[in-house]
């Protein structure tokens, strides 16, 4: 079956011919009973040739793809830029909650003092005294 992404089926892209369902191959049809052997393997040999080439296009198209649902879905997001210095709330975690909150007990904690980034994305949280917690 061809992927929409591709535009390829993914066994043509591997082996870089159609396949064939046993009936197909069993019933005599106009393709096959027309097909000389040898122009059959000049046109396979080409299309080995052009297998590279098939790869390449399919793969821009799968980023393609993949770049305009990523544009979709990003169109909608509101970014938020945290910056040292800034107070922010920390989700509740299970490990976090209390004991016998249940369902109405509070899902934010702090404020917090984001006192550091530690990479791309984590940073270090400290409270109102100046205790540091751990990355998050």
Known sequence: MTKSSMEEAPFSL????????????????????????????????????????????????????????????????????????????RKVTQNTREINAGKLGTIWEGPYWVSAFTGKGPYELENQDGVKFPSN
């Open 14 to 89: 591997i082996y870089g011919v159609k396949a064939l369902i046993l009936v197909e191959v069993g019933e005599p049809t106009l393709q096959f009973s027309r097909a000389n052997e040898e122009t059959n393997n000049v046109a396979l040999l080409v299309k080995l040739d052009l297998l590279d080439e098939c790869r390449d296009l399919a793969y821009v198209r799968m980023v393609a793809q993949k770049q305009k649902m990523k544009k979709y879905y990003n169109r909608r997001a509101n970014l938020c830029y945290i910056k040292v210095g800034d107070l922010i709330l």
